[in-house]
């Protein structure tokens, strides 16, 4: 027995303490339902050891999309106290309780890796569930497109909740009307890891904007204070697009629409250029104001199969500035904090998937050094939600299912690669 086994099995161990029956909750407490890009990730995970739960993951998350094919960013399948906002404050109106928003959509990026471990078991789960996540690619394209980049209507869309990204868009925003409200997030971790009240009042007002419009997207699109092109959207959905395609084709369908899409974002993905910062960016559409920010998401762009010379200098740059990367945001940023959720954590998803990029590039000692320095991070402080990029300090929630999925995924050194 080697020292990753053990961490393997403590992985595994997770995984199966949050399963809480054909879905997996990010972790008891702090995050009690089924989350959307956590599920995706969280199949990964189960496909080292169990590939039929690892589809069933996938496919409960589809048993909540609407009939304009969103997929939630969370499913409520069993009450829970402990998390707020409820089900009842989202109103969302899919067969299943749910949020009324959706998340980045890694599921068939996922997808395309657990089929790759057995496609014939993998073409007939994909069978099922290919229509579906054209659907929700679709409504994407419908809804969510400026210029051809992939908006969020909220923040937690982008599952990047209070990055740096958001911050004109949210000053722009008077919460007036919001009520009293009771956060649950800061009874379960510290408030110094989690966004502030400043910002949830913004986030819970955006929410009872949608369950008022009925979540209807044309209500809501109308006279939005909330609309920012954001690369995490962008590159997810066009790297999603490209695998669909993949899987499509194995299956002999007709992927002619999503090639059609993948041109329209590939030309969306340019508009996120940030010129001056030298850097894919996020763009406020109402006031067409730049976030200025070098995220972990601006390195997002080999995942979705762009490059850029300048990322790759970049790249080193901000790996330079930490003891651990990729930071949400670099010290050399002065909204940088270093325990703050996305301003300034790092965290084990997106370098899994800015490793995928680095590797589709040609990358491969750097995709090697980043899948060493996460298994190192994770080796040292344990199954975290998040680190700080300075001393690997864990943060957030523990026992996390996502950390322990892309361990056994691909940070430990027995992963069976990706
Ligand atoms: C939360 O509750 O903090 C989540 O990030 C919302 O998705």
């Known amino acids: 027995m080697t020292w990753a086994d053990g961490f393997d099995e403590q992985a595994r161990e997770i995984l199966r303490r949050n399963d809480r029956g054909g879905y997996t909750i990010p972790t008891s407490g702090l995050y009690p339902y089924q989350w959307n890009w956590d599920s995706a990730f969280a ?194 959905l066009l790297r999603a697009m490209r695998d669909l395609a993949v899987m499509g084709a194995a299956l002999g369908r007709d992927t002619g629409e999503i090639e059609g899409w993948i041109k329209v974002l590939e030309a969306g993905a340019a508009t996120l250029w940030n010129d001056d910062l030298g850097c894919y960016d996020s763009r406020d559409v109402r006031s067409g104001t730049w976030a200025g920010a070098v995220s972990n998401a601006s390195f997002l762009c080999w995942y979705a199969g762009i490059d850029r010379p300048e990322m790759r200098d970049l790249y080193r740059d901000v790996l330079a500035q930490v003891k651990y990367g990729v930071p949400s945001l670099p010290p050399s940023d002065d909204r940088f904090d270093g325990k703050r959720y996305w301003r300034g954590p790092v965290w084990g998803v997106m370098n899994l998937m800015i490793a995928l990029g680095l590797a589709d590039m040609g990358l491969t000692d750097e995709a090697e050094a980043l899948r060493a320095s996460t298994a190192d991070l994770v080796a040292q402080q344990g199954f975290a939600e998040y680190f700080d990029p300075r001393d690997g300090g864990p943060a957030g929630g523990s026992s996390f299912t996502w950390t322990a999925a892309i361990w056994l995924g691909w940070a430990s050194p027995n992963a069976q690669g990706v």
């Open 43 to 236: 199949a990964l995970g189960f496909a080292q050891f169990d590939l039929d739960r690892a589809w069933c993951e996938i496919e409960t998350l589809f048993t909540g999309q609407w009939t304009n094919g969103m997929v939630p960013h969370i499913l409520f399948h069993a009450p829970d106290e402990g998390y707020f906002p409820s089900h009842e404050v989202w109103q969302g109106t899919g067969p299943i309780p749910s949020s009324g928003i959706s998340q980045p959509p890694v599921a068939a990026t996922m997808a395309r890796l657990i089929y790759e471990r057995d496609p014939e078991i993998g073409a007939a789960r994909m069978e099922m569930l290919f229509d579906k996540m054209v659907a929700w690619h679709r409504w994407f394209m419908a809804w969510r497109l400026d210029r051809g980049a992939v908006c969020v209507t909220h923040p937690w869309e982008a599952g990047r909740d209070n990055a740096p990204d958001w911050d004109v868009a949210m000053a722009a925003i008077t919460p007036d009307g919001v009520g009293e409200y009771k956060r649950r997030d800061t009874s379960h971790v510290d408030s110094s890891m989690r966004p502030t009240k400043y910002d949830y009042d913004r986030y819970i007002w955006l929410v009872q904007r949608g369950a008022r419009l009925g979540w209807d997207e044309a209500a809501m699109l109308d006279g939005t204070p909330f609309r920012v092109a954001d690369p995490t959207m962008t590159f997810t």
